[in-house]
C-alpha cells in the first residue's frame, strides 16, 4: 500500500542564495523508495549521530583526557568510513533526497559531508546547491554547510550555525559571523530559527551588542586556533 507523507523541516543543532525557493518540506511516498540504498544510509546516519551522541556524554563526564582523545579517534574513524560509503552512493546514484530514501537517510549523505574534511566539503558543496535547487535538501543544509566551508578557509560566516570554544577563555562562542546585525534575516531565509533561540541550545545568551565588542577578540582566537 502506497504511504504518502508530507515531512516538515527540522533543524539540525550540528547558502541558498535567496532568489531560490525555501525547501523546508517534502512530500514523500515511500513506496517509490530504493530499499536497499535506503537501509544503508539510514546506518550511517544512526552511526554519524550515535558517535556524536557518545562523544558528547563523555565530554560532559568527568573522563580522562586519554579516554576523551580515545572516543574522538573512533568518531573520526566513523566518519571516515561514513564517506568511503557515501563517495560509492552518489557515483552511482546522485544526491538521493528525501523523496528517494526516506529523511533519515538523506541526511545521513548531508552530515557525512557535513563531518568531513574541507576538501570533501568544498567538493561536493556545488551538488548540495543544486540538490536544494532541485528539492532535494533542505535549504537550511546548505546554509550549514556554507557555514562550515567559510569558517575553515578563514572567512566569516554568514549565519551563524558555528561555534568553537575559545582557548583563551575557555568558553564556547560564534565564530565571527559576518554582518550580525541582519544575521536573523539571512537565517529566515533558510528556515533557520533565530539565532537568539539558537544560542540557548548551546546555554547561551545572544547579546548582539556584546557579540560585536568582543568580535576582534573573537577573530583573534579563531585565527590562532585555525578552524
Known amino acids: ?20 525557493a ?6 514523500i511516498d515511500s513506496s517509490k523508495f530504493n530499499k536497499a540504498v535506503m537501509l544503508m544510509l539510514d546506518t550511517i546516519y544512526k552511526d554519524d549521530q550515535g558517535g556524536r551522541v557518545r562523544m558528547g556524554e563523555i565530554s560532559k563526564s568527568k573522563a580522562s583526557e586519554a579516554q576523551i582523545d580515545s572516543a574522538r579517534k573512533a568518531l573520526r574513524a ?27 537517510s538523506s541526511q545521513g549523505l548531508f552530515l557525512t559531508i557535513q563531518h568531513a574534511d574541507l576538501t570533501t566539503q568544498e567538493e561536493y558543496l556545488p551538488m548540495v546547491k543544486k540538490a536544494v535547487k532541485d528539492g ?14 567559510a569558517m575553515r578557509q578563514g572567512k566569516k560566516q554568514i549565519y551563524g550555525s558555528q561555534l568553537f570554544t575559545n582557548k583563551a577563555t575557555g568558553k564556547l562562542c560564534f565564530y565571527p559571523i559576518e554582518d550580525p546585525d541582519h544575521v536573523d534575516e539571512r537565517r529566515k531565509t533558510v528556515d533557520l530559527q533565530p539565532i ?3 544560542a540557548k541550545v548551546f546555554n547561551l545568551t545572544w547579546d548582539i551588542t556584546a557579540y560585536k565588542n568582543s568580535l576582534p577578540e573573537i577573530e583573534k ?7
Open 221 to 227: 582566537a579563531a585565527k590562532e586556533q585555525k578552524l
Open 78 to 104: 566513523i566518519d571516515a568510513k561514513n564517506l568511503v560509503k557515501i563517495r560509492a552512493i552518489i557515483n552511482k546514484y546522485g544526491w538521493l533526497g528525501p523523496q528517494d530514501v526516506g529523511m533519515n
Open 22 to 27: 525555501q525547501v523546508n518540506s517534502f512530500t
Open 196 to 198: 537568539a533561540e539558537y
Open 136 to 149: 532535494k535538501t533542505l535549504s537550511s543544509n546548505l546554509a550549514l554547510l556554507e557555514d562550515r566551508v
Open 1 to 20: 500500500m502506497k504511504m504518502k507523507h508530507i515531512y516538515p523541516a527540522f533543524i539540525l543543532v550540528f547558502s541558498q542564495s535567496v532568489s531560490m
